[in-house]
C-alpha cells in the first residue's frame, strides 16, 4: 500500500490544521492506520492511531484532546484533525499503516508501510 499524506503549511498557535493522508487500494482498509511526527534532532513519536473500521482509537497524551484521527474507507483515507495548535507541534507529519489489532500498542516499529511526510509550522 502507497501512502501520500495532504494538508500541511504554516498555522498560528491557536489555531487548526487538519490533514489527510490517501491510500492507493482498498487493502488498506485491513490496516489500522497511525498518524506521527518528527520535529528536527528528535525521534519520530505516535500521535494517534485507529483501528480498521474506525470504531477505536487512542492517543499519545501530547496531543490528547486536540487532535482527532478518523477514517473513512470508501475514500481509503485517513484524517488527522488538528485543533489548539502549539510552537512545539511543529513536525513533519506522517500517516502509517499497521496490521496489528491492539491499537494501543502501536509504534514505529509496529508499521509496515509508511507514507511521506507533510510539514506543519505553527508560529507563536
Known amino acids: 500500500v502507497q501512502l501520500q499524506a495532504f494538508g500541511g503549511g504554516l498555522v498560528q498557535a491557536g489555531g487548526s490544521l487538519g490533514l489527510s493522508c490517501a491510500a492507493s487500494d482498498r487493502t488498506f482498509n485491513n490496516y489500522a492506520m497511525g498518524w506521527f511526527r518528527q520535529a528536527p534532532g528528535k525521534e519520530r513519536e505516535f500521535l494517534a492511531a485507529?483501528?480498521?473500521?474506525?470504531?477505536?482509537?487512542f492517543y499519545a497524551d501530547s496531543v490528547k484532546g486536540r487532535f482527532t484521527i478518523s477514517r473513512d474507507n470508501a475514500k481509503n483515507t485517513v484524517y488527522l484533525q488538528m485543533n489548539s495548535l502549539k510552537p512545539e507541534d511543529t513536525a513533519v507529519y506522517y500517516c502509517?499503516?499497521?496490521?496489528?489489532?491492539?491499537?494501543?500498542?502501536?509504534?514505529?516499529?509496529?508499521?509496515?508501510?509508511w507514507g511521506k511526510g507533510t510539514l506543519v509550522t505553527v508560529s507563536s
Open positions: 485507529i483501528n480498521w473500521n474506525g470504531r477505536s482509537t
Open positions: 502509517a499503516g499497521s496490521r496489528i489489532t491492539y491499537i494501543a500498542s502501536m509504534s514505529r516499529n509496529a508499521m509496515d508501510f
